[in-house]
């Protein structure tokens, strides 16, 4: 009995393995066995890079080893607002610079603001046009609409308001000897351009924001303020002067106020995004508040102040926030210019109204720029 067993056994097992060997069915089960096993580790290794992906993106490595804002020591670490105010004084100050302008001035009209009469209802405004050096379309628009040089007269309070302006234009230098020599005789004509001996492009704006802060100090400093502004900016001169004309003396003498104030933001560590910044260059979590640098307001005080300050303020290549760095270490308070600037506009209604200083949205839209500026009727 035992040994049928054992034969019966043998037989059955036989017959599962088949004549040569293991079953079509036990070898059907095994091959999915090993495809579920390499499409789960298949699976999990596309996860893995994903995951890697994601944390080099976003610079997930750099956010762990931010140093806290609340550790905040950007150089130079001194008494900023007491160095400046030796330097203005002509006292001595034991401080070298480090960070002085490296570029030459190519050329600038030193004599645009020197015949200029500030009577006392006049408020007298420098216009900074940050433009590309091949922009000429754009700068002679500009000219001909609102940064024209006409006065106009607002009245506020019942007090008669005349507001004039001086314009310049920032650009860096052209490789090509043509547009260089365009250029020159673009400044002959106007006499409203300054040139930096340095690449024209997006990360050497901070270069032209020193230029700007120099020159206003130096050679416009008769003026009240000086509006800086990206030239696919269109600007009502005459809400900028009903604007001007309504700060109380104080807050006048004080004033930096621009496009959308950012506080409390985070670095943007994402290696992909054009404002990308190393740990290296900044190491600190968040950076102190700025305004957008398309379009702000500046009076002169703080023009003269920020413009020796800058060069005891080690360099940032983004304008707005360098701008925002030197404003922190100064003390100065930045104020949000809310529905004053817009980012976008969608009818001319949008632009051409009664508190709208400054829209945003014209590039490659110059024409428009003129019509509305026609439409306003401000000249």
Known sequence: MQLAFQVGSRASTMSLRGKYGMSPLLKMLLRHRKKKCF?????FCCGILVLLYIWDYYGLSDVLYETSFSDFAWPLNINLAEAVRKIQNNEKLDIAQ???FPFKIRMQNENLCKDVIVKNSAIFVLIV???ACWSF???????????????????HSGTEYQLVTKRVFLIGHSSSLDSQYLLREEYQMYKDLIQGDFEDGYFNNTYKTMMAFSYASLHCHNAHFAFFVDEDFYISKRNTAQFLASLPATSAQNLYIGFSLFTNTRVNRN?????????????????????YAGAYILSMKNIRDMSVAMHYVKFFRMDDVYLGL??????????????RFLMEFYTSSDVVNSHVIASHGFRGKMSLMREFWDLAAET
């Open 39 to 43: 499409f789960i580790a298949f699976a």
């Open 98 to 100: 480090i960070n002085p």
């Open 129 to 131: 046009v940050k433009s």
């Open 137 to 155: 379309e754009s700068r002679h628009i500009i000219r001909k609409s609102w940064g024209n040089e006409k006065t106009i007269s607002v009245n």
């Open 271 to 291: 290696k992909k995004h054009k404002r990308y910044v190393p740990l290296a260059e900044y190491p600190y979590s968040r950076i102190p508040p700025y305004v």
């Open 326 to 339: 030197i404003a922190y270490r100064l003390g100065i308070t930045i104020s949000d210019g809310g529905k």
